[in-house]
């Protein structure tokens, strides 16, 4: 079993939706929960950061994470066509070298 | 700009040759990390340095696989012997190091298809 699990999708939605991503980790000593966006054949762009437990509010997007249920969530409101890419969750211990562990993305397709 | 920067973008190859690819980070950044990521995969740790000291190698990093980063600024990922299972995308990041942000600034990657 991988440590970050994330439905592969793809999930596709018409414009203006919400789209909603989630992931679930094994490991409860992650502190640090990231949400990168890539495009097909592009490097991952971080979207959202956020430590601990909580919420977090940037614009269109909407990150959650309840480390009790070891559960992470994404939300897109408003959801427009260039919104569509491989999301993926990433979590860090925050100890000595910010190593990341990726969950295996989400694809979202968003139609006009 | 000064974003992560790899080379090649796309490289094909023999089964058997070698490659190399290059990465320069972010020039500020001190910590600069390897990963592959296969299609429809999320990116997985290979390896990372602290200036020039590599402080951890994943076991996916078989011994057909060397890391460098001589003089703690670029870095080469040299894959000897390719086969085909090593086609992937390999992404380069770097990061500051410190008690700030833990993100990660990824680069645009360098596509190996090993034929």
């Known amino acids: 079993q991988k440590e970050v699990e994330q439905d592969p999708g793809p999930l596709s939605v018409p414009e203006g939706a919400i789209v909603s991503l989630n992931c679930t980790y094994s490991n409860s000593a992650f502190q640090y929960f990231m949400w990168y966006r890539q495009y097909s054949r592009k490097g991952p762009e971080l979207l959202m950061y956020t430590y601990s437990s909580g919420n977090k509010e940037d614009g269109r997007f909407t990150a959650q994470v309840d480390k009790s249920s070891k559960y992470i969530s994404l939300f897109i409101r408003d959801s427009q066509p260039s919104d569509s890419a491989t999301y993926l969750c990433a979590m860090s211990y925050g100890a000595a070298g910010n190593k990341l562990t990726f969950g295996g993305g989400t694809r979202v397709l968003v139609k006009p | 700009d000064t974003g992560v920067s790899q080379d090649p973008r796309h490289k094909i190859t023999k089964r058997g040759q070698n490659v190399t690819f290059r990465c320069d980070p972010i020039?500020?950044?001190?910590?600069l990390y390897w990963y592959r990521q296969t299609l429809g995969q999320g990116p997985e740790f290979l390896t990372y340095?602290?200036?020039?000291?590599?402080?951890?190698k994943s076991r996916l990093l078989s011994d057909r696989f060397s890391a460098e980063r001589p003089k703690g600024s670029f870095s080469t990922l040299e894959i000897q012997r390719t086969e085909q299972g090593d086609s992937a995308m390999y992404l380069c990041?770097?990061?500051?190091?410190?008690?700030?942000?833990?993100?990660?600034?990824f680069g645009e990657g360098s596509r190996l298809t090993v034929l």
């Open positions: 020039s500020e950044h001190n910590r």
């Open positions: 340095f602290q200036n020039e000291a590599q402080l951890e």
């Open positions: 990041a770097s990061s500051p190091s410190g008690t700030g942000k833990k993100e990660l600034f």
